[in-house]
């Protein structure tokens, strides 16, 4: 149980932290997310069905490829409305959700599209243990993914650049920092961190256009569980949701149903109980 919720807990700390940098640096709720995360499972099923690519070699030039996408969007949407409303901010990534959704059903039908790829039933023995090896890949690439991107905020010029933004938008740019670059390159790295999990995902399950309301949800839960704004919680509220979940499907009867609501409960009862978040 704990091995399988931690190997869990890997991709979602690389999809949740997309939507943090999206709160935390720009300040918008981003209800999109996860189809930017479905558009990477799409990429990564059409690259190995049309070309035999797999879905980790495509990781680079899709994460390029979906940056470049991220950073359209947020000159020619997102910008116009980061002074409006909070509810016209959330009104309008809920339509670009609905929009990328009917476009994958328009491209790919409503059907799951399942990748082939050779070394999707394989498996390590570990001790007693049995591992799958695409979750144990996973785990590693987007375990070190996050980890880079931690570096990225922690040592970079951009990064406390980023950082200082987050804090205070005023202040940052007295003292000369570009805020609407920085809020550029914060939701551009947003989407490609989502459309990366989304190509790895290809590696363990089937691409689906409705799949982005899912981990859209999930990474909600683990931001509220970390504390809005707090990126650098969000791995250890990962591992709460991971575990979490793991803890469902091993001890609850019929708990692998049960284990995909699991994220209300943590989000109605941080909400409730801690609303600032567990690691504030």
């Not at 309008?92 to 599209?113: C, E, H, K, Y």
């Not at 785990?139 to 880079?148: E, I, K, Q, R, S």
């Not at 989502?194 to 689906?208: D, F, K, N, P, V």
């Not at 309301?213 to 970390?226: G, M, Q, R």
């Amino acid at each position: 149980m704990l091995i399988f919720g931690t190997l869990r807990s890997g991709l979602y700390a690389l999809a949740a932290v997309g939507l943090a940098l999206s709160v935390g640096v720009i300040g918008i709720v981003n209800f999109a997310h996860g189809e930017f995360l479905m558009l990477g499972a799409y990429l990564g099923y059409w690259l190995f069905a049309s070309y035999g690519v797999d879905p980790l070699a495509a990781i680079p030039l899709g994460a390029a490829g979906l940056f470049v996408l991220g950073g359209a969007l947020y000159r020619t949407a997102i910008r116009r409305v980061l002074r409006a409303p909070e509810l016209n901010q959330m009104l309008l990534t809920f339509g670009i959700a609905i929009f990328l959704q009917n476009l994958a059903v328009i491209l790919w039908s409503g059907d799951p599209r399942t990748a082939a790829i050779p070394y999707k039933a394989s498996a390590l023995a570990l001790g007693p243990f049995t591992i799958g090896l695409p979750q144990v890949v996973v785990f590693v690439l987007a375990t070190g993914l996050t980890a880079a991107l931690y570096a990225l905020l922690g040592r970079t010029r951009v990064g406390k650049a980023m950082r200082a933004v987050a804090q205070d938008r005023v202040g940052s740019a007295i003292i000369g920092v570009e805020v609407d670059r920085i809020y550029l390159l914060a939701f551009g790295l947003s989407v490609a961190l989502a459309g990366t999990a989304g190509l790895m995902i290809t590696l363990q399950l089937s691409a689906s256009p409705y799949m982005g309301l899912l981990y859209t949800l999930k990474a909600f839960a683990i931001i509220v569980i970390a504390g809005l704004g707090n990126i650098g919680a969000v791995v250890y509220a990962s591992l709460v949701l991971g575990l979490a979940e793991a803890f469902v499907e091993f001890y609850v009867p019929n708990g692998g149903g049960w284990s995909e609501g699991v994220f209300f409960l943590l989000i109605l009862l941080v909400l409730l109980v801690r609303p600032r978040g567990l690691f504030q």
